[in-house]
């Protein structure tokens, strides 16, 4: 069974910074682009970041967070992090790690096939 476990997410003030994690289990995925996606209240989901599997490790970002956020992976622990630093207000959202096997488009949920359950950020003013 494929699971995507997000962990790290919190309260943080504005400025400050967390990492998130997202593991992997059920499959080895080497071959899968591995993105971030958020969604606040009353908001649709919205893509944030995506690295690829592969030994090239590309990297892409929504332009909100450039600067500010990293992606990386650790394949032998089949996992997959958010750094964000200079946190925001509105960067609070429920945040959910996804994989895809061709991603394309990477802001595009639909791209993805597994998806975790999500990890809470919220950034106090």
């Known amino acids: 069974q494929v699971q995507l476990v997000e962990s790290g997410g919190g309260l943080v003030q504005a400025g400050g910074s967390l990492r998130l994690s997202c593991a992997a289990s059920?499959?080895?995925?080497?071959?899968?682009?591995m993105g971030w996606f958020r969604q606040a209240p009353g908001k649709e989901r919205e893509f944030v970041a995506l690295i690829s599997w592969s030994s090239g490790d590309n990297t892409y970002y929504t332009d909100s967070v450039k600067g500010r956020f990293t992606i990386s992976r650790d394949g032998a622990k089949n996992t997959v992090y958010l750094q964000m630093n200079s946190l925001k207000p509105e960067d609070t959202a429920v945040y959910y790690c996804?994989?895809?096997?061709?991603?394309?488009?990477?802001?595009?949920?639909?791209?993805?096939?597994?998806w975790g359950r999500g990890t809470q950020v919220t950034v106090s003013s």
């Open positions: 059920g499959r080895t995925f080497s071959s899968y682009a």
């Open positions: 996804a994989a895809g096997r061709w991603v394309t488009r990477p802001d595009k949920p639909d791209e993805y096939i597994y």
